[in-house]
């Protein structure tokens, strides 16, 4: 029992009272004059007297509050076989005192198979101190100083102390650890039975609270964990109400995580099947609760149950779709997804070309003047106008105006130089990173909506992906828009007199002819990259987003495939929207670039178009005098009159213009000649620096965009820039 005798007495080196010594256990010595065989035979005996003491030590010091419940267990188990063995004791000591034939071989005799037991306990024990750094050897493994900052952190937001309990910057060996190290103790021991007995028993009973906890997590979604020795961690300051404002998914990603280091072997190859079971089972609980009854009340106990892999793939198949269920059925997530659809993607655009014709005043005006109240009733009262598809829609209340001072390109541009070719993952700029507002800004190119989503929807659709839907969103708006302002030009060159009419001119009806030309061609281009995003990038990525939920409903009907997990549709919705940016060239810092002086290209020539008309009709030497020119019908030139006296200082300008020399009208006419020729070649060779970058992005990344470059080589023929540029050109 480790006390000192009237012979036997402890080393020098022993020292009762210093902890360390006592859990190594105490070493003896025999005074001098014993035979020599008896003194070998009671030192082999005396290692049972070492380990005893020692155990009974480890025994105190594992049970400490701070060591957790695995590691009490294992020693409620190891308190057992020293219980057993102080009855090994007695009952050896009423031998010696009853039979006389007991001798000290016979006593050795009998302690063989318990000194064998003490033996494999003391080393167990011994790897564990020297795990928790009791021991004098430290720990080869290093501290994970991130796990160590999140748990101070997390203890400090529950008022905590900075280090719990006495074990300062000592990282405790304890939960998952403590069986991991039983478990690989007992495989290196297999070929003992004796061994392996006692270590299958012990690992049993210290996993019963693991597999408690287990169970608890499975089945209920909670975690029952006051020591932090679980597989899965909670951070309890993520809060559900963390969804308005988290642009990174932080609730879902890092509210619950795996502890790499509290990961018994057993769990291994299923710890991931865990963390989702859990995950999913807890939203459900919070959204209505989980149904109990399904569960089963005969759960596996330990790791050596042949039910333990069962029970982990059984729960996480019926959290998978109890969560599923609630998502799709309960919360209507495809009706969600189709509502997305029509406000972000312009599905069914009726509605939103009646709110774009009432809200023009306002989006008209700068940025910082546009009234966001007064477009967001204007909103409301298209989507309940009856007779349009958003009006059926049931979650329209949840559409909201809001108006962005950054321009779109600056926008993307400042995330894909965040986070490179894949946009999103950082949607917030770095801080040391100034903001530059657009200060041209109006309510057209600001304008961009926003969608509430209620969890547990808001998991799917979270503010991640309704940035890539905004994204998206101002991205097909600015087409329509500018579709429209050159829609407007269109309308211009058709109706205006001065336009219309046929000039006694030549040169004049060339540079109109030039004119139509290029406002065709800019047409072409914007209706072609609205159709190919549409119809060629959005549609087709929908219909397979549609379909892999109308699989997942299909598949639960015995076809033998297990079901989609959750993660896997939040995955799939994440991939859908990063497609639809690539193939819409969002993602690519130069494809952007490009697109961008194209579009403002494009938009300055609508911009100018009432411009170039009162130089034309100052270059028209036809519409300078007070007589009708040849060339205009009587009521052409009423009208042309009409609109005469409706600008301010008329007479002014007419008697001014009346006296322009010859000169003077062919100088206004170079002039208007060299403005077209200038705004034709920064358009044609821009597109053409465009089309070689889709030939380029297409080979190499992104196929989809080679019907793009084919459709917008169209808007080039005929130019200089037709076909393949030289590398000079490209490079410029």
Known sequence: MGYEGQYIRYSYGYNPSDERDRLQGPTFKILPGLDPSLQDLALSMLQMATHHSALEMFVNVQSRQEFGIVNHALCAAI?????????????????????????????????????????????????????????DDESEEESDGAEDYDNIIENLKRGGDLVPGNMTGKKICKGGVVIDL???????????PAARSLLTSLLRDAS???????????????????????????????????????YTDDYWERRYMIQKQNIPPQLEGVKDKVLLAGKYLNVVRECGG??????????????????????????????NESLMELLITTHALPARLR??????????????????????????????????????????????????????????????????????????????????????????????????????????????????????????????????????????????YLESQLSTVWQTHNTG??????????????????????????????????????????????????????????????????????????????????????????TNGKLIKIHSKLMQTC???????????????????????????????????????????TRAAKSQRSSNDSSLSGQDEESRISNLFEIISKWETNFSRHLQILLDALNHYAATETVVLLSLCARLATANQGTEYAGLRSEEDGAS
């Not at 909670?222 to 300051?237: C, N, T």
């Open 497 to 586: 007199i001065v336009w219309s009419h046929k000039s006694s001119t030549r040169r004049l009806e060339a540079f109109k002819r030039r004119v139509w030309t290029l406002r065709a061609r800019m047409v072409v281009f914007v209706q072609q990259v609205l159709y190919f995003c549409t119809l060629e990038v959005i549609e087709p990525n929908w219909h397979s987003l549609m379909s892999s939920l109308k699989a997942r409903d299909g598949s639960s009907g015995g076809s033998g495939k297990p079901d989609r997990t959750v993660d896997e549709l939040m995955q799939d919705h994440v991939d859908f929207l990063d497609t639809c940016l690539k193939g819409c060239m969002l």
């Open 208 to 246: 019963r609270p693991y597999m408690a906890m287990l169970n608890e997590w499975l089945h209920h979604g909670e975690i029952k964990d006051p020591h932090s020795e679980f597989l899965v961690k909670e951070q309890k300051s993520m809060r559900r109400d963390m969804l308005e404002q988290d």
């Open 79 to 135: 308190r057992k076989f020293l219980n057993d063995y102080l009855v090994m004791v007695a009952q050896l000591e009423t031998q010696f005192l009853t039979n006389e034939t007991f001798t000290l071989h016979l006593l050795h005799v009998h302690t063989l198979p318990t000194s064998q037991m003490m033996s494999q306990l003391y080393a167990l024990a011994s790897d564990l101190l020297k795990r928790n750094a009791l021991l």
């Open 290 to 319: 989980v149904d109990i009854s399904k569960v089963t009340q005969d759960l596996p106990t330990s790791f050596d149950d042949p039910r333990f892999l069962d029970n982990v793939n059984n729960a996480y198949a019926y959290a």
């Open 339 to 480: 509502s997305l659809k029509h406000y972000f993607f312009l599905d069914p655009s009726d509605y939103f070309t009646y709110f774009m014709e009432l809200s023009a005043s306002e989006l008209r005006k700068p940025f910082k003047s546009v009234n966001a109240v007064k477009l967001q009733s204007l909103l409301d009262l298209v989507l309940h106008q009856p007779g349009s598809i958003v009006y059926l829609d049931p979650f329209k209340e949840d559409v909201h105006v809001e108006m962005n001072e950054v321009s779109l390109i600056k926008m993307l541009q400042r995330v894909v130089n965040i986070t490179g070719i894949e946009p999103g993952e950082s949607l917030q700029p770095a801080s040391n990173q100034p903001i530059e507002n657009d200060k041209n800004a109006v309510g057209f190119t600001s304008l961009q909506l926003d969608y509430k989503v209620p969890f547990p929807v808001s998991l799917v659709i979270s503010r991640k992906t309704v940035w890539r839907y905004q994204a998206l969103f101002r991205y097909l708006l600015s087409l329509k």
């Open 182 to 192: 039983i478990t690989k103790r007992l495989e290196s021991m297999s070929g003992d």
């Open 603 to 645: 938009t300055v020539f609508a911009e100018y178009a009432n411009w170039l008309s009162r130089n034309l009709e100052k270059a028209d030497s036809d519409l300078l005098g007070p007589f009708k020119p040849p060339n205009m019908s009587a009521k052409q030139w009423a009208r042309f009159q009409a609109e005469q006296t």
